[in-house]
Each structure stands twice: as structure tokens, then as C-alpha cells.
């Protein structure tokens, strides 16, 4: 029999960034009590004493009667049916050292678009190998959702991922709000991927700004990046998807060409002259696709499919490749 959330499920939120934030405030609206998991200190001081988050999203107010906010993740998981995964990929090992609450009777479901290195598994597949989950007991939320609109209320759309749409709907119906609407879908593979992979094109497209590349070229790499995309998740895991829906193609836009995108912003600073290291250094917030092009290079060694912009990416990022020389590469394989 497949796992059940209960209809009445509390959620409880591991990280304490941007998107962490922009969540708990979507189920704070809803008058939704939330366990939130926050290991910074000065976060957790402005949350408990302040209801704000003094890092991130500064300028939304909680109402701390729906906020627990506390240091000890197993008090967070203890307390909650469903536990929100919205750490960083390359960090979440180290926020979860310490747990050790069973998590046989939880739901995961994981909100971070990222990969985590060294191990070369998403979210639900670490959560599948490291604490014997079965995929009933895994599910994600994704598509173009930048933190800094779906805080301020802006009408944005997010697809929940599981395998089970009763379970999909009640984890919908603790986020959709007027201005935020939720999809469903089975494909938990394609949409995963998907969220990994748009950091990688966004990576490329804030790069072709940098070096100077108008609109009509960066069209043209946004457009030939949708279609590596979806010939990687295609090809990897044959599915029946549409990867034009905006889990997938929507996503992607609004990475590539969003002010608000850290991953486009990266590239933008490497193709202004600054090194890799010094680009990374700049950055206030993690830019997940640094880490998922070293990652997807790794996974598509046993695939073997035909992805020439990440591979480029991968170059400047990890072989030093000339930028300039090597944007001018792709632009013939294009």
C-alpha cells in the first residue's frame, strides 16, 4: 500500500535562505503552524524575537504564533509530517549531521533545484539511497518561482512532483494562494532534472552577456539549451512528458533572463573578466549551477548524450577554458 500524507500533515522547513523563506511565508499566509529548522544564529534570534529573517527577505513580517524556529533539526522533524528540503544541494549533508529522528512515517519533499557533489544524486535520489525511502515517500516543488516574487506576492505558477496525486494535492493546497498557483505531476525524474539543468543554461546565458552577446544570440542559446535539456531527460529517463510546461521550459526562461537569477548573474561575472574563483566569491547566495555542471558532466559520462553547452560551461568553470574562445566554439554547434 502506497504512503499516505495525512489530511491534516504540519510541514516543517529545513534551511533558512531566500526560498526557505519565501515558502514558509506562502504557508504562513495560509495560516499554516510551520516547524522551521534554522542553524544561523543571527537568523534564528531575528526570526524568534523579531518574526523577520534577518539575512534573507528581510522586509516580510511573520507572525510568530505560526513560526517554531529552532536549531535542532530533530525537533523540526519530530514535529512535522512533511519536511520541506530548501538547503543548499552542496550543503545539505551538513544539515542534516545530526539528525536522527526516523524518517520512515515523513514525507520529503524536496524545493532545492540543485545536485549534490561528490555523490552525483538530486535531492529525492539522496534521500532515497541514504535513508531507504521509497519514491511514495518522495516529491518535489518546482518551476519559475524567483524568491524575491512569489514574496511580494506576484502571480507565479509551481508544480508539485509525486508520485501519488492525492498526496500531491494535499501538499498543494498548503501552498496555492491567489497569486501563487499549483500544477501537479507524476514525473519526479524530468522535473528534478530539469530544475538542475536550467542553472547550467543560465550559467551559459549570463556568460554570453558578459562577453557581449546580444539578444538574438542569447535566443538562440536559451532555445538550443531547452532542447539539450530536454534531450538529456529524455534520452537518461524515457517518460511520457511535455517538457514545454513550465516545470521545465518556464523554468529555464525565467533563470536565463531574470534579474533575480544568481546563476545568470555568476555567468555575467566570469564574462566580464573575472576569474572563476573571484566570480564565486563575489556572489552573496549559492549559484547552484556552479556545482551542476561539474555534476552533470560526471552523470553524462555513462549516457553519453550529445550536450555541448554544458559541456562548455563545465570547461570555464573546471578546465579554466578561455571564455571568449571557447562561447565562440559552441556558436558553430549551434
Known amino acids: 500500500m502506497s504512503y499516505k500524507i495525512k489530511k491534516d500533515a504540519v510541514c516543517g522547513m529545513i534551511g533558512y535562505g531566500s526560498w526557505a523563506t519565501a515558502l514558509v511565508y506562502t504557508l504562513h499566509a495560509n495560516?499554516?503552524?510551520?516547524?522551521?529548522?534554522?542553524?544561523?544564529?543571527?537568523?534564528?534570534?531575528?526570526?524568534?524575537t523579531e518574526g523577520r529573517n534577518a539575512k534573507y527577505l528581510s522586509d516580510i513580517d511573520f507572525d510568530r504564533e505560526y513560526i517554531n524556529a529552532t536549531d535542532?533539526?530533530?525537533?523540526?522533524?519530530?514535529?512535522?509530517?512533511?519536511?520541506?528540503?530548501?538547503?543548499?544541494?552542496?550543503?545539505?549533508?551538513?544539515?542534516?549531521?545530526?539528525?536522527?529522528?526516523?524518517?520512515?512515517?515523513?514525507?520529503?519533499?524536496?524545493?532545492?533545484?540543485?545536485?549534490?557533489?561528490?555523490?552525483?544524486?538530486?535531492?529525492?535520489?539522496?534521500?532515497?539511497?541514504?535513508?531507504?525511502?521509497?519514491?511514495?515517500?518522495?516529491?518535489?516543488?518546482?518551476?519559475?518561482?524567483?524568491a524575491e516574487e512569489v514574496?511580494?506576492?506576484?502571480?507565479?505558477?509551481?508544480?508539485?512532483?509525486?508520485?501519488?496525486?492525492?498526496?500531491?494535492?494535499?501538499?498543494?493546497?498548503?501552498?496555492?494562494?491567489?497569486?501563487l498557483q499549483i500544477r501537479f505531476s507524476n514525473d519526479i525524474y524530468g522535473i528534478e532534472y530539469a530544475g538542475i539543468l536550467k542553472n547550467i543554461y543560465a550559467l551559459a546565458g549570463g556568460l554570453a552577456a558578459g562577453l557581449?552577446?546580444?539578444?538574438?544570440?542569447?535566443?538562440?542559446?536559451?532555445?538550443?539549451?531547452?532542447?539539450?535539456?530536454?534531450?538529456?531527460?529524455?534520452?537518461?529517463?524515457?517518460?511520457?512528458r511535455n517538457t514545454m510546461?513550465?516545470?521545465?521550459?518556464?523554468?529555464?526562461?525565467?533563470?536565463?533572463?531574470?534579474?533575480?537569477?544568481?546563476?545568470?548573474r555568476l555567468g555575467q561575472l566570469i564574462g566580464h573578466g573575472n576569474t572563476v574563483k573571484s566570480a564565486l566569491n563575489e556572489m552573496t547566495m549559492i549559484a547552484e549551477g556552479y556545482f551542476a555542471a561539474e555534476c552533470i558532466k560526471h552523470i553524462n559520462e555513462r549516457h553519453n548524450i550529445h550536450m555541448p553547452i554544458a559541456d562548455m560551461v563545465y570547461d570555464v568553470l573546471y578546465?579554466?577554458?578561455?571564455?571568449?574562445?571557447?562561447?565562440?566554439?559552441?556558436?558553430?554547434?549551434?
Open 31 to 48: 495560516r499554516q503552524n510551520v516547524w522551521w529548522h534554522i542553524r544561523n544564529q543571527e537568523v534564528l534570534e531575528s526570526i524568534q
Open 72 to 146: 535542532d533539526i530533530n525537533e523540526v522533524v519530530r514535529n512535522s509530517d512533511i519536511i520541506i528540503i530548501a538547503a543548499p544541494s552542496a550543503y545539505l549533508k551538513d544539515f542534516l549531521k545530526d539528525l536522527t529522528e526516523p524518517l520512515d512515517d515523513k514525507f520529503i519533499l524536496s524545493a532545492t533545484k540543485g545536485i549534490i557533489p561528490d555523490d552525483y544524486k538530486t535531492i529525492t535520489e539522496f534521500f532515497r539511497d541514504t535513508y531507504n525511502l521509497s519514491y511514495d515517500h518522495l516529491g518535489l516543488i518546482s518551476g519559475p518561482s524567483h
Open 151 to 179: 514574496s511580494r506576492n506576484k502571480l507565479s505558477y509551481l508544480t508539485v512532483a509525486s508520485t501519488d496525486e492525492e498526496n500531491g494535492k494535499i501538499i498543494g493546497s498548503r501552498f496555492a494562494t491567489s497569486s
Open 212 to 240: 557581449g552577446y546580444g539578444d538574438n544570440f542569447r535566443a538562440v542559446l536559451t532555445a538550443a539549451g531547452a532542447q539539450e535539456m530536454t534531450r538529456f531527460i529524455n534520452e537518461s529517463y524515457p517518460f511520457e
Open 245 to 264: 510546461q513550465s516545470a521545465y521550459l518556464g523554468d529555464l526562461l525565467v533563470t536565463s533572463y531574470s534579474t533575480f537569477s544568481r546563476n545568470r
Open 319 to 334: 578546465r579554466r577554458a578561455n571564455p571568449r574562445r571557447r562561447m565562440k566554439e559552441l556558436t558553430t554547434q549551434l
